[in-house]
């Protein structure tokens, strides 16, 4: 959807575009540690075919996305997603600073796409697409970091599975989440109450 409002992808911030940004990222990041208790606890499902958890895995790429879509800021992508990071990182996580790293990745490379459309695009594909590709992110650093010793074919069906799970949770639930917020008025002072 393209819109009309000049300010937009504006790279001017107000402080209500800092603030959103920061709550956002702190609800987003309890929910991350809450998460990461369900991955951990869901792992003995899935001995059968380790791949298969990352089905839950596009929780994590949401606050890129989110961010993104409800700001519509160059750079709300990134500072959302690290705020999220930030506050798993504090409430503690298993996976330490490296949530840090993650969450830098995971809020640059959603910025990407929307970046690609000069930041006029906020629909449903183009959100879609913005989790998918944030999804690279943990895909890359997941099977170096944690899993490089898995056989190929648990590899690939991480990645696709990893890709999917974003593309499905973190785009297509942030562009729902979205219109959400917008419909109950929530989003009044962002171009995004408006589509």
């Known amino acids: 959807m ?29 929910v991350f540690w809450i998460w990461g208790m369900l991955w951990s606890a869901t792992g003995p499902v899935f001995l059968f075919f380790p791949p298969a958890q990352a089905v839950i895995y596009g929780m994590w790429l949401v606050p890129g996305v989110l961010g993104m879509l409800v700001i519509r800021r160059p750079g709300a992508g990134v500072l959302t997603s690290l705020a999220a990071a930030a506050v798993s990182a504090l409430l503690g996580t298993s996976w330490g600073l490296m949530v840090l790293v993650a969450g830098l990745l995971q809020g640059l490379l959603p ?24 999804g690279l ?16 074919h648990f590899m690939l069906a991480y990645g696709v599975i990893v890709v999917v799970s974003a593309a499905a949770i973190g785009g297509a639930g942030s562009r729902a989440l979205t219109t959400a917020l917008a419909r109950a008025g929530a989003l009044s002072p962002f171009p995004s109450a408006r589509g």
């Open 111 to 134: 910025e990407l796409v929307f970046a690609a459309t000069r930041y006029r695009r906020w629909g449903m594909g183009v959100s879609v697409a913005a989790g998918a590709v944030a």
């Open 137 to 152: 992110a943990p895909v890359a650093m997941d099977l170096t970091l944690y899993y490089p010793t898995w056989p190929p």
């Open 2 to 30: 393209k819109t009309a409002n000049p300010q937009a992808g504006s790279v001017r911030w107000r402080t209500v575009d800092i603030v959103v940004a920061a709550v956002l990222g702190v609800a987003v990041g309890v």
